[in-house]
């Protein structure tokens, strides 16, 4: 089943970190951690390839998130580190079951599936 569980948000500190957790099985072709806060659009933050492993990111988030899947256990991850109060935002895993589209380009309409969306709050 494709359709993508995500768990682990909540509140936080700045400089703390946050491990985020997805879990969506099925064949997948890529995965991606997008955000949405209040008044702002909606924008990627990282995405993984699921067949080769390659990552990208937002430069927004370079050096400080690290996105991963766990295949054996159908889990996409995504950690948080040096949080910033901007990053406070409902975070949303989404799925794209076949290939064909750049899914580094962040483009939501790639994506077919998506979660629910997790609240994560990083107070200053």
């Known amino acids: 089943r494709v359709q993508p569980v995500e768990s682990g948000g909540g509140s936080v500190q700045a400089g703390g970190s946050l491990r985020l957790s997805c879990s969506a099985s099925?064949?997948?072709?890529?995965m991606g951690w997008f955000r949405h806060a209040p008044g702002k659009e909606r924008e990627g933050v990282a995405v993984?390839?699921?067949?080769?492993?390659?990552?990208y990111y937002a430069d927004s988030v370079k050096g400080r998130f690290t996105i991963s899947r766990d295949n054996a256990k159908n889990t996409l991850y995504l950690q948080m580190n040096s949080l910033k109060p901007e990053d406070t935002s409902m975070y949303f895993c989404?799925?794209?079951?076949?290939?064909?589209?750049?899914?580094?380009?962040?483009?939501?309409?790639?994506?077919?599936?998506w979660g629910q969306g997790i609240q994560v709050t990083v107070s200053s």
């Open positions: 099925g064949y997948i072709y890529c």
């Open positions: 989404a799925a794209r079951r076949r290939s064909g589209a750049y899914c580094s380009r962040f483009s939501e309409p790639d994506f077919g599936y």
């Open positions: 993984i390839l699921v067949g080769s492993g390659n990552t």
